[in-house]
């Protein structure tokens, strides 16, 4: 029973491990493969890739607070609270970008925005479900 408990245990870092492991690959890729990314969000040359190379260094900086409650989920409880969080503003945020886009304009980054918005909506619901067996403390 005991190691039962134990295996169930380790289920909240292994929801926010997924998270955390996407997001930093995400922000690896930006930052070190700006060209591949840029034309998705309609941008081009220098100041695209200056752009993208930015988001991935705030999605690496963003991480931080997963990576403590990726290492202790019950001990550093808040920093999931905060990944919860910037999760969730993560998805809002997104959602009204994307409405800021006329309808049946700018096609391909509606679909990429779409992307983060369902990248993260499904980020948001790992960390909640972590959050959830954190407070039952299971």
Known sequence: MVQQKKQIRFIPQILIGIVFVLNIQAGILFFLNPDQYAPAYELSGIPGNVA???TGLLFLMWSVPYAF???NPYK????LIQAVIMQAIGVGGES???SRIPLGSHLLLRQNIWRFIIFDGIGLLLLVLALYFVKRKI
Do not use: E, K
């Open 52 to 54: 993208i190379a930015g």
């Open 69 to 71: 409650a990726l290492y």
């Open 76 to 79: 550093h409880h808040s920093s």
């Open 96 to 98: 009204l970008i994307l």
